[in-house]
């Protein structure tokens, strides 16, 4: 499984999210490729599960079905929450 961090730029936010979601993968037990980009070049090809915060999902061309919405892109607390009910709504 690959998933992506998406922020507007590909730069700050994404790799903060993306460092957010290996140390919550890690937590949960779960194995990912883990990267980061800019919403402005990412396609639904790029990966399988898509993470970002929810000021910029509503303007994503991404499939709805494979985006996590963050509200608070520090909160650890809030990777787990949404990463395990993403997995345990894929049967993993």
């Given at each position: 499984?690959?998933?992506l961090a998406v922020?507007?730029?590909g730069l700050g936010s994404s790799f903060l999210m993306e460092m957010n979601l290996k140390k919550a993968l890690k937590n949960l037990g779960i194995e990912a490729e883990v990267g980061h980009s800019d919403l402005s070049v990412?396609?639904?090809?790029?990966?399988d599960l898509f993470v970002m915060g929810e000021d910029i999902a509503g303007s994503s061309?991404?499939?709805p079905q494979k985006i996590i919405k963050m509200k608070n892109l520090v909160s650890a607390a809030e990777y787990e929450e949404k990463l395990k009910a993403y997995f345990s709504a894929q049967g993993a």
């Open positions: 499984m690959k998933i922020c507007a730029h990412t396609g639904n090809e790029d990966a061309s991404l499939d």
